[in-house]
């Protein structure tokens, strides 16, 4: 009896760490989406300093929690991350119009496709 107990902690204390992860990589992924949108409308404004302020603050944020995501999701998409991050930090330095909004938009879609891809689905789990 009491190893079954004991299982059912376990295997409820594994299901609410799944939870926790799922919510918190969502709400993580929400702040750095809208982070994007706000170096997005700086672009528009064509008020590059501004918009390159605000990518100083979303590579200050994904530092920050950057470092619990290795823990959960695959170090290759990390790694995709932080190099579109270093691509748009280049081109926003050098005004690259075109190119900075393409890989914008390279980097919200690998962000968004994280917390989908870890969420608890049967898809995810066949």
Request: net charge negative.
């Amino acid at each position: 009896m009491r190893v079954l107990v004991g299982l059912l902690l376990v295997f409820i204390l594994i299901i609410s760490v799944g939870i926790w992860t799922n919510h918190t990589l969502g709400t993580t992924t929400e702040e750095l989406i809208a982070n994007i949108d706000e170096i997005e409308q700086n672009l528009q404004r064509e008020q590059w300093d501004v918009a390159q302020k605000k990518f100083q603050e979303l590579v200050t944020y994904w530092d920050g929690k950057s470092k619990w995501w290795t823990v959960i999701i695959d170090h290759q998409e990390i790694d995709n991350i932080e190099f579109s991050m270093a691509r748009i930090g280049a081109y926003l330095e050098k005004k690259s119009d075109h190119l900075v909004w393409g890989e914008l938009a390279e980097l919200r879609l690998m962000i968004q496709h994280i917390p989908e891809k870890e969420a608890f689905k049967i898809q995810n789990i066949l």
